[in-house]
C-alpha cells in the first residue's frame, strides 16, 4: 500500500474503532453492568478474526489491510503509555508510602502462587502438544508463570477509576502491586526470551535497566522536576513550552522502557508518579486526557483483537483445558493477594477486594501471550485459551469487586455513587496536591 492508500485506510478504521468502542462500552455497562474499559476490550476483539473476520471476512480484511498494523500498533503503544502516564499523575505517593509493605507482599504473593501452578501444568500442556516445537519444559514452566501470573495494569487503572477509587488506600495499593506484578512479569518474559536464542543480554538489560531508569525516576527525577512545577505555579498555566517539555520526557521514558525489553507503559506510569503534583498535573491531565482515553487508547485494545482467534478452542479436550488453566489461574491469583493482604494488616473486605482487582488480566496478558505466539514458544490454541483467560478474569474483576467490596462501602459511605463516578468520564482521578 502506498502512503496516500494507507491514510484513507487509518481514518476510516479509526472512524470504526471509535465507534465500535463506544457503543460496546456503553452496553456492557448499561446492561452488564461493566466499566467502559471492559465493554472496549471486548470491541477490540469483536472487530478481529473471532467474529467481524468470521461473519464478514472480506470486509474486515479492506477495513484492517495487514500493512496497516503497524502503524495501528505504534498508535496503540503512544495511547497506553499515555494512558498509564496519566494514571502515574494521580497516583498517591503518601498512600504508596504507607502500603509499601502490604503491596510488595500482595505482588509477589499475586505472582508465586501462579508460578507453582504453571510448574504443576506445564508438563502436562508440552505433552498436548500446546508450546511451539523444541520447547523445554523449565521454558514451559517460566512463560506460563508469566502469562497467568500477570496483572491488568493499564485496565486495572481504569477500573480502580471507574469503581470510584481512585486516591483510595485500596486504589493506590492495588495499583502499586499491579505495577511491581507486572514489571516481574516481563523481567521473567525477558528471561525465557534470551533462553529461547535472543540471548542473555535480553534478560540483562530488562531486569537492570529497569531497575536503574526506576530508581533514577523515583529518587532524582522528583528534584530535578520541582523547578518545572514551581514555574507553572507561579505563571498560574501550563504554557506550549511546558507542556511540550512534558510530552518530550513521557516519550524518552517510554521510550527507555521499551529499549530495554520492558514496556512503554512502566515508563510512562513511573515518570507521571514523580511529576510535581500541584497546578501543573492538574493542566497536563486536563488538556491530555479526553484524547488520550477516546481515541488512543482504543488503537491499543484493536489492535490486540485483530491478533485474537477465538475458534481455535474447538474440541472437547481443548475446552477441558481452558477450564483447568482458568481455575488454576483464578484460585492461585486471587486467592494469594487476599491471603498476602491479610498477613499483612488489611481488613478482610478490604483484602477480598485487592484480590477481585488483582485477578483481572485484560491486555497485557494479551501482549505477552502475542508475543509468545509470535515467537513460536506457544501455538494457535494455547494462545486462544489464554485469551479466553484474560477475558473472563477481566470481566469477573468489576462483579465480584462489587459484591464483596464496593457495594458494602457505598453503603457505608466510604465511595461515592458509581453511576456518579462513570458520568465523570474520562476523569482518571480527582485533582489532588498531595
Not at 29 to 40: A, H, I, M, N, T
Amino acid at each position: 500500500m502506498t502512503n496516500a492508500e494507507l491514510s484513507v485506510a487509518f481514518f476510516l478504521q479509526m472512524a470504526v474503532i471509535i465507534a465500535a468502542c463506544r457503543a460496546v462500552g456503553w452496553l456492557a455497562k448499561r446492561y452488564l453492568g461493566q466499566p467502559q474499559v471492559v465493554g472496549e476490550m471486548i470491541a477490540g476483539v469483536i472487530l478481529g478474526p473471532s467474529l467481524f473476520g468470521l461473519l464478514a471476512p472480506d470486509i474486515q480484511a479492506a477495513l484492517f489491510p495487514k500493512e496497516s498494523k503497524s502503524i495501528l500498533f505504534v498508535g496503540a503503544q503512544l495511547g497506553v503509555g499515555l494512558y498509564m502516564f496519566l494514571v502515574g499523575l494521580g497516583f498517591k505517593r503518601d498512600h504508596f508510602r504507607a502500603n509499601a509493605g502490604s503491596a510488595a507482599a500482595v505482588s509477589l504473593a499475586g505472582m508465586a502462587a501462579p508460578f507453582l501452578v504453571a510448574v504443576a501444568m506445564a508438563p502436562w500442556l508440552v505433552d498436548l502438544g500446546l508450546f511451539g516445537r523444541g520447547i523445554a519444559t523449565w521454558q514451559a514452566m517460566l512463560f506460563m508463570g508469566a502469562a497467568i501470573s500477570i496483572t491488568a495494569f493499564p485496565m486495572l487503572a481504569r477500573i480502580i477509576h471507574e469503581r470510584g477509587l481512585s486516591g483510595t488506600r485500596l486504589g493506590s495499593l492495588s495499583l502499586s502491586a499491579g505495577a511491581i506484578d507486572d514489571a516481574g512479569a516481563w523481567c521473567v518474559l525477558a528471561i525465557v526470551l534470551a533462553s529461547f536464542g535472543a540471548g542473555p543480554m535480553v534478560a540483562v538489560m530488562a531486569i537492570a535497566g529497569g531497575g536503574a531508569f526506576a530508581l533514577f525516576i523515583l529518587t532524582l527525577a522528583p528534584k530535578l522536576l520541582a523547578p518545572l512545577g514551581r514555574m507553572v505555579e507561579r505563571e498560574g498555566r501550563v504554557s506550549p513550552t511546558v507542556l511540550g517539555i512534558v510530552l518530550i520526557l513521557f516519550m524518552l521514558s517510554a521510550w527507555c522502557m521499551d529499549a530495554v525489553g520492558i514496556h512503554a507503559v512502566f515508563g510512562g506510569f513511573i515518570l507521571g508518579v514523580a511529576m510535581p503534583r500541584g497546578l501543573l498535573t492538574r493542566e497536563i491531565k486536563r488538556q491530555l486526557e479526553p484524547f488520550a482515553v477516546l481515541v488512543l487508547l482504543p488503537m491499543f485494545f484493536t489492535f490486540s483483537g485483530l491478533n485474537t482467534q477465538l475458534t481455535v478452542v474447538n474440541s472437547l479436550g481443548l475446552v477441558a483445558v481452558t477450564l483447568v488453566i482458568l481455575a488454576g489461574s483464578i484460585l492461585a491469583k486471587s486467592g494469594a493477594c487476599w491471603a498476602a493482604a491479610r498477613l499483612t494488616g488489611q481488613d478482610n473486605a478490604t483484602a477480598l477486594g485487592i484480590g477481585a482487582l488483582m485477578n483481572a488480566r485484560g491486555l497485557m496478558e494479551l501482549i505477552i501471550i502475542n508475543i509468545g505466539l509470535q515467537k513460536g514458544i506457544i501455538g494457535p490454541a494455547l494462545f486462544s485459551i489464554l485469551v479466553l483467560m484474560a477475558i473472563i478474569t477481566t470481566l469477573m474483576a468489576s462483579p465480584l469487586f462489587e459484591w464483596l467490596y464496593g457495594r458494602k462501602a457505598r453503603e457505608r459511605g466510604e465511595l461515592g455513587d458509581i453511576n456518579a463516578v462513570e458520568d465523570e468520564e474520562p476523569r482518571l482521578v480527582q485533582p489532588t496536591t498531595a
